[in-house]
């Protein structure tokens, strides 16, 4: 019998916000949401924002007035919505109109005579250029003499094409929020985002830590640009170029298993199973594939599973801007015909379009088993029975679509349809696309997925991307898609793709419905949703998850009336202080959890004996496995 991996916690940030409880989907549909979790959402990205401040549990403004709800949204309602989601790059985290550069500039002397200049001896360049003479002006300054002149490098400024993003909120750093000397932006952001997914289980960690064994607890998360700012590889490859040294820190920093690393030694002092897959654009559900087949498998119990990607830099928007794959202020002028461009709607995606918008975002879920959930009255906001991954075969272009795709997810849809029945597909699924925003994914995304519907008997298939509101975050996209899917399956709602006037004329559409506006299921509840991604080099993935409340069916089946209702009984403890946990957030109380140099296992103190080891730290033994896989083989 296979365990079920069901989603009890999930948190992390990217330009909507905060995760957890389902704030950065409310933002992403805040025109559909009550009063009071609208009011409630913007109160909080206030505090984020550092907009407003909390006195004594109390919202007050900066010169320190109270504040209701009703006033933050009246008061900076408009400045929230206007600094977060995509956006134009603000000036403080890049200057995308005078982005530093160096310029190329040949000098010589007037009319072919020799040129001199005075420097600093220790400044000479080793060896000397052989048409250069020095001669000593005092212990530190030479003058030198350059008789065929010499290439040097001047600092510049230029402007850059691509001038949106989908940014963290306006004031946000999480680099404030625990000690983070020399992290790179995105282990920073993946800090801070695993904090959020623990906290919002609702259990205080030890104790599930205390019910499973040392390496029951598996850890997999990457990046797929590695960290490219100045604290990893960026600072790295630019030091010397700059006249600088790399540091001690740098290129350990810089790696793409980074995310998995840091939460495993900082955040949780995991011992267990750990890794970082990386599939391009669909890296998140790769280790979500991973993640869950080692809950199936049994071989873990916790799984904690997501990306962190922090891409928001000159180099990214050179590199995927030299292949024609951005949107670009003249692309978007372009598309609606004036001068003037509204950045906030440069992800378009099944719209026109002339590229993808560039994000940065770390978002994680925190799976376990069906029986350690119910044992423990985990709150369960979904499931992920499977996850599918298909290459493209032989190609042309490594960045073009490809068949793999279509294999990926018609495995899908044909599994979910043994969980859920075909009504249950047809009727009550709908699709998380890729949606990248760019005029090729627009065809041939629509078209695999029209396709798709067509042989399962779908019509109508909702289909959404969450990229028109919070960009293409890259390692992170997909994990951006399932943690919108979760807000969807909780408020019965699926966003519109509100960024574009209309559906572009070469969209496949006679199976599917791509709405530009917000849709309410509340009287056909959705069960299922079908995570798609694409990948550059043919890397391919869909995902099945499946809704709260057909997982709470799918357990009373396996365990029976009683035990399900004693997990309901415990639950409401779990929701509680899951609840807690998010009134405190609200306020800005995020309790970062950062353990630097402490709790460190000893390891003369680990105790090995032919059956099990006992790690210092752990309740639960490491008990070794029997292993009859291979017995038939055996003498």
Known sequence: MSRLPVIVGFGGYNAAGRSSAHHGFRRTVIESMDSHSRQETLAGLAVLMKLIKVVDGQYHSLDDAPLTLAAIEADYGPQILASTLVRRIEKSHLDVDAAPWQKNLTVTGPAGKPLSFITLRKQLPEPLPSDWTVEALNDNDVQVTLYDGCD???DSYRELPVKSAGQLPSGFEPSELYRSHFHPRGLQMTVVAATDALRSIGLPW?????????DEIAVYASSIMSQLDENGFGGLMQARLKGGRVTAKQLALGLNSMPADFINAYVLGSVGSTGSITGACASFLYNLQKGCDMITSGRARVAIVGSSEAPINQECIDGYGAMGALATEAGLQQIEGKDTVDFRRASRPFGQNCGFTLAESSQFVVLMDDALALELGADIHGAVPDVFINADGFKKSISAPGPGNYLCMAKAVASAIQLVGEDGVRLRSFVHAHGSSTPANRVTESELLDRVAANFGIADWPVTAVKAYVGHSLASASADQLISALGSFKYQLIPGIKTIDAIADDVHQQHLRIAKVDVSRA???????????????????SGVLLAPQVVERMLRKRYGPERFAAYLAKREQTRADAQAYDQQALKGQLEIIYNFGHDLIDDQGIEMGSEQINVPGFSQPLVFQRDARFADMLD
Request: hydrophobic residues 40%.
């Open 523 to 541: 009287e056909q509840p959705l069960e299922v949703c079908f995570i798609n991604s694409k990948g550059f080099g043919g890397n391919n993935a």
């Open 206 to 214: 030890q104790k599930i830590v205390d019910h499973v064994a040392p």
């Open 152 to 154: 040097i490098k001047v």
